[in-house]
């Protein structure tokens, strides 16, 4: 009988052992057990169960794994090197119950006399240890378990209390953290992601030159100039420089879900950075640049090679060591990549390009491009703007003597409604003039800043010129109604054009300073803070957060992100724009119609600029909210807000008469 209790423990059933439902049973009301024997021989039938399935589990998953291109790839089967290793950790964990019973038949063939219940002390320790491996099992089923987060199943339930569970389960981590450390070292090392299965905690995104191109789809609309599209139009104007073939670029992503809680989110991104850049350095490692700076690693990837499979043979996860390695792999490729983006790309020259266009540092420029577009996009716009708009911004760029070079590096973009795919842009849209609501503005990224300049960091700077713009825009129609006004400065005026150019003076007023504050306290503020901190550096990781602390500081600054201030800008801004239209389009005595219409700006305008001063006025602590105290300080300084008790632009219409007095402005 003890033979047949041994191959029940094995898994296989006999006369006295048989398989019911998945498990194994003793043959009920044999006359030669004992009932105290039948308990033990159930309990050791429980045993032999879980072997059982264990076997199943590693036979059905532990083989070759299915070829992702093959159909099988698409089932709800489990499937993946992790899972492979993680039977193979299995396997080694039950190698010793399986030389338990080897030693237990030896015994047994020399000592006949032994019992069932020796057979159960000897197998002790596995009725704790079967169950929670197989619960393990159970849960790596039911979740549908894959890749990476094997390893954060298996990390819960190494913390128990019992030593033999622990230790089985640190078994099991040490086998699949072994394909963890070849994916590692093949992504920290060489670039690879080796993911053929989707298990690694970083996978590929999108590819920016296909991205780029489907952007530029909706330019090769006809342009109208005797059937010259589009397309053909930029290949006419491209530079020499240009003609270099464009390369795809891909952009990897963590994947939060597969990344194991005993890894920090701040170290998977170190990883992803490490990978990312050698991804890209053996991507384009035939370009000069490349062959100047030498290897990214300053050719020590075999000893980075050899701390990763150290790391390996450990046989405990070692955070402290494993975070040790990747900071100093780290440390090479941010050092490197300092010196390659500072100062073989020019970084200090790139950033004050995109200071002098997105941010309108060419004051001058913007002024001439105004003008010369006021007509363009005065309304809705239509397929030829966007192509119309770009030759005024080339002749604005050469009426102030600006170089082509940097010039052709921008393009401006005018989103029409017949483009899909689009994102709807941010920032002031003033009525009646949807042309110059839609405008942005577009940079042709040179190798290697596009790891710095992103598509979500052009769309922080795209923001920031819309509203700066704006501004700019609306600052500039006021001065032209004050040139209107001084050209009529000899003639005798009404009451109500005197009325008329006091309010025209409070909202230069309060645009002027609003100027001043964005130009001087925020922009050139911010953008000596952010030349200091690079300098400070060798440290490319560095440079990345400083520049997002720069852009976030900016939209800040700018209230754009805080909405009640940005909106009351907006409305400002645009009862700015309407009582520049009224007056360029009247700009003589105006009749009973328009004087109505002065008299809504004008107390649109008093409204926006109370609840703007009581918004301002409100934060008395300068921690709390410094910036809107510095804008109070400016729109403020010489108590004449104050005075006039935070409103501005008080206008009463005059009653029309036959006889109006008159006076002299």
Not at 54 to 79: C, M, N, Q, R, V
Not at 512 to 523: A, E, S, T
């Amino acid at each position: 009988m003890l033979h047949e209790v041994l191959l029940a423990l094995s898994g296989y059933p006999g006369n006295i052992f048989v398989e019911k439902d998945g498990s194994l049973e003793v043959v009920p009301d044999l006359p030669f057990i004992h009932p105290s024997e039948q308990e033990i021989l159930s309990s050791l039938c429980k045993l032999g169960t879980f072997y059982m399935k264990f076997k199943a589990f590693t036979t059905k998953y532990g083989g070759a794994p299915i070829h992702p291109g093959k159909e099988e790839a698409h089932t709800s089967d489990l499937h993946g090197l992790y899972l492979i290793a993680f039977c193979s950790g299995l396997e080694r964990v039950l190698e010793p119950y399986r030389q338990a019973l080897l030693t237990l038949e030896r015994e047994i063939l020399e000592d006949p006399q032994l019992t069932v219940f020796y057979v159960q002390t000897e197998l002790m320790q596995y009725k704790l240890l079967f169950p929670a491996i197989s619960s393990v099992i159970r849960q790596v089923e039911s979740q549908r378990a894959h890749g990476c987060y094997i390893l954060e199943i298996l990390h819960k339930n190494s913390f128990c209390g019992m030593p033999e569970v622990r230790n089985a389960m640190e078994i099991i981590l040490y086998y699949c953290h072994g394909v963890l450390y070849k994916q590692l070292s093949a992504w920290l090392i060489h670039g690879l992601l080796l993911d053929r299965y989707n298990e690694f905690f970083i996978h590929q995104g999108k590819v920016l030159a296909d991205a780029a191109r489907a952007g530029s789809q909706g330019d090769d609309d006809d342009l109208g100039i005797g059937g010259l599209s589009g397309k053909q139009l930029r290949e006419l104007m491209q530079v020499a420089g240009e003609e270099e073939e464009t390369k795809a670029y891909v952009q990897f992503a963590l994947r939060p879900e597969m990344l194991p809680s005993y890894i920090p989110v701040r170290l998977a991104e170190k990883i992803l950075f490490v990978g990312e850049s050698i991804q890209m350095f053996e991507h384009d490692k035939d370009r000069p640049a490349m062959k100047r700076t030498g290897s990214i690693l300053k050719n020590s990837e075999d000893q980075f090679a050899e701390e990763l499979h150290q790391l390996s043979k450990a046989p405990l996860f070692n955070l402290a060591a494993f975070e040790s390695v990747i900071d100093r792999i780290r440390k090479s490729v941010a050092e490197h990549l300092w010196k390659l983006v500072v100062e073989e790309a020019d970084l200090f020259g790139h950033l004050k390009l995109m200071k002098d266009f997105y941010l309108l540092g060419r004051g001058e420029l913007y002024l001439a491009f105004i003008d010369c577009a006021q007509s363009i996009l005065r309304g809705p716009p239509t397929s030829v703007t966007e192509h119309d708009v770009n030759a005024a911004f080339l002749q604005a760029a050469r009426d102030v003597l600006l170089d082509d070079d940097e010039v052709t590096q921008f393009r401006l973009s005018v989103q029409t409604k017949g483009q899909k795919g689009q994102k709807k842009p941010s920032g002031p849209l003033p009525s009646g003039e949807i042309g110059w609501g839609v405008l942005g503005l577009s940079y042709s990224v040179q190798w290697p800043l596009h790891i710095l300049f992103t598509e979500a960091v052009l769309d922080k700077y795209n923001t920031m010129f819309r509203f700066l713009l704006s501004v700019k825009r609306v600052q500039l129609e006021l001065q032209h109604c004050w040139a209107l006004q001084m050209e009529g400065k000899h003639m005798v005026s009404e009451q109500s054009e005197v009325a008329k150019w006091q309010l025209r003076t409070h909202m230069a007023f309060l645009l002027d300073n609003l100027q001043y504050y964005l130009q001087v306290d925020v922009l050139e503020t911010q953008f000596s803070q952010l030349v200091e901190k690079i300098h400070a550096t060798r440290d490319f990781e560095n440079i990345r957060l400083a520049h997002d602390q720069f852009l976030s500081s900016l939209l800040a600054q700018s209230f754009i992100l805080m909405k009640p201030v940005f909106h009351c800008l907006n409305e400002i801004l645009d009862q700015c724009h309407n009582f520049a239209m009224l007056v360029s389009l009247s700009p003589g005595a105006l009749n009973e119609r328009q004087l109505e219409l002065l008299d809504t700006i004008a107390k649109d305008f008093s409204r926006q600029s109370n609840l703007l001063f009581k918004i301002l006025s409100s934060v008395r602590s300068h921690q709390a909210s410094p910036y809107l105290a510095q804008l109070l300080l400016r729109v403020d300084y010489n108590k004449y807000f104050s005075q006039a008790g935070g409103t501005l632009g008080s206008y009463k219409a005059p009653v029309p008469s036959s006889s109006s007095t008159t006076t002299t402005v």
